[in-house]
């Protein structure tokens, strides 16, 4: 191979009413042909999750929306594996007759798609999520009791060694809601995304091991207008089997040691007050050592990040020197592309590789959201197309070395550089 390998990071951001990615797994189309054309696919579970359907793509990572972020700014790597063991975490709060199905959906995971799924663990008090709406439009949502979720997952850790978490939480049924209503004909906003994320955010931040969540909900009635985009959560009793099947490869997280050459120190330096972890640090220039022995505090240079209190210590994984971790694991340098709708440029990770400027950052205009975080608005630049077919045809060029802008009917001339 005489190019370097094409790695695209495709993001649909969670509970913000994506038109595409937005409902049940209806992104998974655009997954399946943007990794055709790509290397190395980075996407994360609001992508890739389809309730019981899923699509095994070998070329795709499964990374959770924390941990995108964290590798997005460089403070994490992507550590490819061959399967990982799997813990399950239920909520209390699920009805027995509940709880039984998504333990048979686990053993029917077991034994038709052959995950390494271990053991289970009930948490010792419900978690009480509770679901809202932010005046964006955007959903969000809070758990009563999240010291709960912490301890199972970490009873999972320490006995059961498991190195992915699943958790299924008892979502409140909001039949005959508005909300639910505008969901199921493929309008408005997943009620459910919000709180969805919290949970996994939780866990991966906590303890650095790849999760996802499933909502446990009670069966809804029949609906002949329900919406295609909306159907794969409604073909039966759990979401849980999408998520045992991305988790059961899902890369693990990788980090430099304190006082070694870092990941951080290939960083272009993002402007002032965008969101990276580099903004918390002393800032290298580009090939120097990295500032991490410079650090003295700042709110997410957090012990957890370099193997603190706050880091479960079995999930720490150093290596020897810069070669070692960077043949071990896939970091935010190595990123070509990312496909991002064109309201919802705000978050962490958009941010972060947008500093870079060897990041074609590609703006989707036709997947509407309830944001309006353009790149307009926040200086970003960007590629502004159309469809995903159209981003896609951008890859290709980039894939083959084309500038796109030799692919349109105008060319501008070149111009000088004043003194």
């Known amino acids: 191979m005489n190019r370097r390998p094409l790695t695209v990071v495709l993001i649909v951001p969670t509970g913000v009413g994506a038109s595409i990615g937005g409902f049940a797994g209806d992104a998974l189309p655009v997954a399946r042909a943007i990794a055709q054309i790509s290397d190395t696919l980075i996407t994360h579970p609001n992508v890739l999750n389809g309730a019981q359907l899923y699509w095994p793509i070998p070329n795709a990572l499964y990374v959770e929306g924390y941990a995108l972020d964290k590798f997005a700014a460089g403070c994490w790597g992507l550590q490819p594996v061959h399967q990982n063991r799997i ?87 909001d039949e005959g809601s508005l909300a639910l209503e505008n969901y199921r004909r493929g309008k408005g906003v997943d009620p459910l995304a919000g709180a969805e994320a919290l949970i996994s955010h939780l866990i991966v931040r906590t303890f650095k091991i790849p999760c996802a969540h499933a909502p446990a909900l009670s069966a809804l009635p029949l609906d002949p207008h329900l919406s295609p985009r909306s159907a794969a959560e409604e073909i039966g009793y759990t979401f849980l089997p999408c998520v045992l099947a991305g988790l059961g490869k899902a890369p693990q997280f990788v980090t430099p040691t304190v006082g070694q050459a870092s990941c951080l120190s290939q960083f272009v330096t993002p402007t002032v007050g965008q969101a990276s972890c580099l903004s918390q640090f002393v800032t290298p220039t580009v090939g120097q050592a990295s500032c991490l022995s410079q650090v003295w505090g700042g709110q997410d240079a957090r012990t957890q990040v370099w193997g603190g209190q706050d ?59 309830q944001m309006q975080a353009t790149p307009e608005k926040l200086g970003i630049k960007a590629l502004q197309v159309n469809s995903y077919l159209e981003a896609i045809g951008v890859l290709v060029a980039l894939r ?11 060319i501008s001339s070149l111009r000088c550089l004043s003194d």
Do not use: M
């Open 400 to 410: 083959a070395g084309i500038s796109p802008a030799s692919l349109g009917a105008d």
């Open 87 to 173: 813990g399950l975490i239920l909520d209390s709060a699920i009805e027995p007759d509940l709880q039984l199905r998504h333990l048979q959906a686990a053993d029917a995971a077991r034994a038709t798609l052959g995950l390494n799924i271990t053991d289970c663990v009930l948490t010792d008090r419900p978690l009480q999520v509770e679901l809202r709406i932010s005046e964006s439009g955007a959903s969000w949502g809070t758990i009563g009791n999240p010291d709960s979720l912490l301890r199972a997952a970490e009873k999972l850790i320490e006995q059961a060694r498991v190195e992915a978490i699943a958790v299924v939480a008892r979502f409140p049924d």
């Open 311 to 369: 880091a479960h210590p079995t999930r720490e994984k150093f290596y020897a020197n810069r070669r070692d971790f960077e043949s071990q694991g896939l970091w935010a340098d190595r990123v070509d592309a990312v496909v991002i709708p064109a309201t919802a440029c705000g978050g962490s990770a958009i941010l972060s590789l947008s500093a870079r400027s060897s990041v074609q950052i590609i703006a989707v205009g036709d997947n509407k959201t």
